[in-house]
């Protein structure tokens, strides 16, 4: 259980032995299996209750919040691909088999698309033995070494790999991936696995270089970034405060994206932008970097910008030097601005939120 919300039921539960949830204890539980989990917190926050008891309650709580977990940016698209060609997929899980069930109930379609479902509780020990995946490709009627695994948590990994499987790896809490050496190719999000890599059936949703997405909306008054965009690259990004924003964006992954910016006294303009850590630059903050494809005369910071977001290009990347980095970014202006001309993009053009009147915000 490694999403956000276990986090929130945590940090309910230790308020009641007066205890603060530290958010640096997160990577010490991924992928663990419940007791596992239980025997860490309790031990290192000395709470007065057993293991099962933890287990017990935690869940019990946690039950409560398992129709608020969304799923992972790219994993209905994955879901649905793989479904629809009928390639054979198991889940399996660190969790209870009880927990694995009644939080896939709430997302649409899942049931139906895994034919095997293995807990944590129904084998002798849990990742990183490869005891799970052993058991998973068993039921599934698969060799292990003809199996992918796709796994987040770096436990699971290893036990992919025990278990002579291919894992690609996903992780789940940023700048971390120096922890995945193990996998065989790690990946930023689900929008970027390549199936064909693994002798799978490769999406066939990729226009033009762009992955079309439902656009989503963020805006605001135009902030000083770090003052590199200009000066060190050449390219002026309109920073976006992150503030207010949390949710849309961990809906969406770090990465390079596209639309169209909405700029209140001046006119709609097409974007190219990207959102994360720029690892060439490893920022500690998230920002949000829209350049706007037109040239200005001026400055326009503090003025209302308005984005509907209607793309995805490519994850953040680092790069051996800042041309290289630079020269990148300039191919993702030119797939920008060509996508944006197409009837599926540009009709968002006219979408009314970018029509910024004199309110503030949303
Ligand atoms: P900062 O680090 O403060 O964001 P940048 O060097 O990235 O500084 O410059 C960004 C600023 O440049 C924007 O806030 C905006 O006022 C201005 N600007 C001028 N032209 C553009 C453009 N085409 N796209 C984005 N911002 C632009
Ligand atoms: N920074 C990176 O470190 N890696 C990237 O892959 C990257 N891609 C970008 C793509 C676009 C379209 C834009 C506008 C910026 C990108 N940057 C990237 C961010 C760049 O480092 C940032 O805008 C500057 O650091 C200015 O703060
Ligand atoms: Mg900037």
């Not at 660190?94 to 129904?122: C, L, M, P």
Request: net charge negative.
């Amino acid at each position: 259980m490694t999403d956000g919300m276990f986090s929130e039921v945590l940090k309910t539960f230790l308020v009641k032995y007066g205890k603060e949830w530290d958010g640096r204890e997160k990577h010490k539980i991924v992928g663990k299996t419940p007791l596992e989990e239980a025997a860490i917190i309790v031990e290192d926050y000395g709470l007065p209750c057993a293991k099962h008891e933890f287990v017990n309650e935690v869940y019990s709580m946690f039950s409560d919040h398992l129709c608020k977990v969304k799923a992972l940016p790219g994993a209905n698209r994955l879901i649905k691909h793989l479904s629809c060609h009928g390639v054979p997929m198991a889940l399996a899980s660190n969790s209870h088999r009880a927990t694995i069930e009644s939080k896939i109930s709430y997302q649409h379609g899942w049931k139906e698309s895994f034919s095997v479902i293995v807990g944590s509780d129904e084998v002798r020990t849990g990742k990183p033995s490869p005891d799970i995946f052993l058991e998973a490709a068993k039921r599934l009627n698969m060799e292990p070494s003809s199996s992918l695994v796709i796994e987040d948590s770096v436990i699971g990994v290893m036990a992919g790999k025990a278990a002579g499987m291919e894992v690609v790896a996903v992780p789940s809490l940023p700048k971390q991936t120096h922890r995945y050496t193990s996998a065989d190719e790690v990946i930023n999000s689900l929008l970027d696995l390549q199936p064909e890599k693994w002798g799978l059936p490769p999406f066939q949703d990729w226009i033009e270089g762009t992955l079309p997405s439902e656009p989503w909306y963020v805006g605001g008054p135009v902030v000083k970034g770090l003052g590199r965009g200009s000066k060190v690259l050449g390219i002026p990004t309109a920073n976006l405060s992150t503030e207010g924003y949390s949710d849309v964006l961990s809906e969406h992954p770090s990465g390079v994206y596209f639309g169209w910016a909405g700029l209140s006294t001046r006119g709609v303009y097409k974007m190219v932008m990207s959102i994360g850590w720029n690892p060439y630059f490893d920022n500690a903050e998230k920002t949000i970097e829209p350049w706007l494809l037109h040239e200005f005369d001026e400055d326009f910071y503090d003025e209302e910008l308005h984005l509907v977001i209607v793309g995805y290009i490519r994850p953040e990347a680092n790069f051996p030097s800042l041309e290289t980095l630079i020269t990148k970014i300039h191919e993702d202006r030119k797939v920008a601005e060509r996508a944006l001309d197409l009837p599926l993009y540009s009709k968002y053009r006219d979408d009314p939120y970018l029509k910024i009147t004199s309110s503030k915000g949303q």
